[in-house]
């Protein structure tokens, strides 16, 4: 454990505990990860809570009654929106491979980034790190049946695990005075024999450590492992507060005005009847039927003349708001069915401020990203020691694609126009672009086009 000592620069031969301390370096989110859960579930918010919302204005006999309380699930709507947004398409490859070795590498690196299920993958993580701040993931290799799945006979197979705080463990990456990270660490919890031990994980250049704390921290036998990558295999992003941080007081004042506005219409949303002086007797019911009164005695229905435009105008403003400091965008059926067909200009400045916030964000995630493929190349190399040449000069740059609703006939138009009105692509990808990869519909056509080309119209075959 002197590596750790080094690197954290404390005394040689220091106890795990002064280790643990220093890897972690003051840092704890237990706190944000309550009150973020909290925010994410309606069921928890303030508004929820019987002795944060108490009974206004009540009667003393009503005053045990339970009060109107309406939850907004805006907190998830925010992280799902921006999710959707950063990776609802998956991120491209940018590559410019010179050779056939170069070419292998890339469909490498895309089978393994299938294998993981990059798509709902990155959606995980972009929740994890909007959600709670932080996530990341740890790569890995398991050894199973030979295959040849990467391009070359091996194995290994290559996986990666996801790192979220959603299941209350903690990341702490280290970094040295070059921000340049030096050794990654998490604590999660396990169940052992029905107890729950907690564990603390140390990935370093060389090494990887774990520890564990039944009753005081010790090393878990066979550990330090060597790091066969001779990297380290971790990936991590974070930022500085909750995607909703802006607006959660916004939110809290539109769940009260909403459930007020409840309490206001149980009161008067339905008629009263007034009566002055003395009910005689009811007559029939329905119509023709009515109340006798007695003589100088009056009804009437009370009325609510008091307009509530205030109220409305307050929670529009409100919602405008939200979706304005958070970058979120409307786009409910409700919201764009009066906009008619679109153009592709005007598809796009109504997702501009949604792209705008995907640029900003990208910010953390070009560089996460980034760091991954430097990772699988770094694994690539170790089991496949003659790619590593190719593997070195191959430059990849992931990019990210905001989703975006396309007007797929004006794309296909402008295409067509920069390309002199010439076939964009083949026959045969053009039928399984539409039926996927099933090219059986591909082959009738063209045996539908023989026949038809070998038709006789002068000498017709009649049966």
């Known amino acids: 454990m002197n590596e750790l000592c080094k690197l954290l620069k404390i005394p040689e031969g220091s106890k795990i505990q002064k280790i643990i301390d220093a890897l972690k370096q003051d840092k704890d989110k237990t706190k944000i990860i309550e009150k973020a859960k909290k925010e994410l579930d309606p069921k928890q918010h303030d508004i929820m809570n019987p002795i944060l919302r108490r009974p206004k204005n009540k009667d003393e006999k009503d005053k045990n009654k339970d009060v109107i309380s309406i939850a907004l699930a805006y907190q998830k709507w925010i992280v799902r929106k921006e999710k959707a947004m950063i990776f609802g398409n998956q991120p491209i490859l940018r590559a410019n491979p010179n050779d056939e070795t170069e070419k292998a590498v890339l469909k490498a690196i895309e089978r393994i980034l299938h294998d993981i299920k990059e798509p709902s993958f990155n959606?995980?993580?972009?929740?994890?790190?909007?959600?709670?701040?932080?996530?990341?993931?740890?790569?890995y290799l398991k050894e199973g049946e030979e295959h040849d799945s990467y391009g070359f006979k091996t194995k290994m197979k290559i996986k990666a695990m996801l790192l979220s705080l959603k299941n209350s463990s903690q990341l702490y990456p280290c970094k040295d005075d070059f921000d340049d990270m030096i050794c990654f660490s998490r604590n999660y919890i396990k169940k052992i024999e029905g107890k729950e031990v907690e564990y603390f994980e140390v990935y370093t250049q060389n090494f990887t450590y774990l520890f564990e704390n039944f009753k005081e921290w010790e090393l878990v036998d066979g550990y330090p492992k060597k790091q066969v990558l001779e990297k380290i295999p971790a990936v991590f992003g974070e930022q500085e507060n909750v995607s909703w941080y802006d607006v959660q007081d916004l939110i809290e004042r539109i769940e009260v005005l909403v459930s007020d506005h409840g309490e206001v219409n149980d009161r008067n949303a339905y008629p009263i009847l007034k009566v002055i002086g003395k009910l005689k007797n009811y007559l029939n019911k329905g119509p023709g039927g009515g109340v006798e009164l007695t003589e100088g005695s009056d009804l009437e229905y009370l009325t609510w003349n008091q307009a509530t435009d205030s109220i409305k105008l307050e929670i529009d403003n409100l919602v405008k708001n939200i979706q304005l400091f958070s970058q979120t965008p409307n786009i409910?059926?409700?919201?764009?069915?009066?906009?008619?067909?679109?153009?592709?200009?005007?598809?796009?400045?109504?997702?501009?401020?949604?792209h705008l916030k995907v640029m900003e964000k990208r910010e953390i995630y070009d560089e996460y990203l980034q760091r991954?493929?430097?990772?699988?190349?770094?694994?690539?190399?170790?089991?496949?020691?003659?790619?590593?040449?190719?593997?070195?000069?191959?430059?990849?740059?992931?990019?990210?694609?905001?989703?975006?609703?396309?007007?797929?006939?004006?794309?296909?138009?402008?295409?067509?126009?920069?390309?002199?009105?010439?076939?964009?692509?083949?026959?045969?990808?053009?039928?399984?672009?539409?039926?996927?990869?099933?090219?059986?519909?591909?082959?009738?056509?063209?045996?539908?086009?023989?026949?038809?080309?070998?038709?006789?119209?002068?000498?017709?075959?009649?049966e």
């Open 123 to 139: 959606r995980k993580l972009a929740e994890s790190i909007g959600s709670f701040t932080e996530g990341g993931e740890l790569w």
């Open 332 to 354: 409910s059926f409700d919201e764009v069915k009066s906009l008619g067909a679109l153009s592709g200009t005007a598809l796009k400045m109504l997702f501009l401020d949604a």
């Open 372 to 462: 991954r493929i430097n990772i699988i190349k770094r694994i690539l190399a170790t089991l496949n020691p003659a790619w590593k040449s190719a593997i070195d000069n191959l430059v990849i740059e992931p990019e990210i694609v905001p989703f975006m609703v396309e007007n797929e006939k004006e794309q296909v138009e402008i295409a067509l126009l920069k390309n002199g009105n010439k076939p964009l692509e083949s026959h045969e990808k053009s039928v399984k672009n539409w039926q996927g990869q099933d090219t059986e519909d591909y082959e009738k056509i063209k045996q539908e086009e023989k026949e038809l080309n070998n038709v006789d119209y002068f000498n017709p075959v009649t």
